[in-house]
């Protein structure tokens, strides 16, 4: 089993920056996908940015590219997602998942979440 904490959430303004991270403890973090996901209110959770296990390979939905960054750092089990230029529509609970292949299709341990607002 894997447990996640997701951290640096918080409130910011429109333009502002965050960096959250997604702390892991448990079985062998560094052979992991991570994604981070996010939930707005009176919405359903979706993707943000995954990165495979070694960081070769990252992936985002169209409308975080550019914008957001996700790294990891195997040597402390942690895995980042530093967002620049944040707007109001990135308002959400964000959410760091694993799975064991980049091609899985199933997030297999999920973290709490951390709530990002963005005031305009």
């Known amino acids: 089993q894997v447990q996640l904490v997701e951290s640096g959430g918080g409130l910011v303004q429109a333009?502002?920056?965050?960096?959250?991270?997604?702390?892991a403890s448990g079985r062998p973090f560094a052979t992991y996908t991570v994604g981070w996901?996010?939930?707005?209110?009176?919405?359903?959770?979706a993707f943000?940015?995954?990165?495979?296990?070694s960081g070769d390979s990252t992936n985002y939905t169209d409308s975080v590219k550019g914008?957001?960054?996700?790294s990891r750092d195997n040597t402390k089990n942690t895995v980042?997602?530093?967002?620049?230029?944040l707007k109001p529509e990135?308002?959400?609970?964000y959410y760091c998942a694993v799975k064991r292949g980049w091609y899985s299709r199933e997030y297999a341990y999920?973290?709490?979440g951390t709530q990002v607002t963005v005031s305009s």
């Open 80 to 85: 980042y997602l530093q967002m620049n230029s």
């Open 110 to 112: 999920w973290g709490q």
């Open 48 to 53: 943000v940015a995954a990165i495979s296990w």
């Open 15 to 23: 333009g502002g920056s965050l960096r959250l991270s997604c702390a």
């Open 67 to 70: 914008r957001f960054t996700i």
């Open 37 to 45: 996901f996010r939930q707005a209110p009176g919405k359903e959770r």
């Open 90 to 93: 990135d308002t959400a609970v």
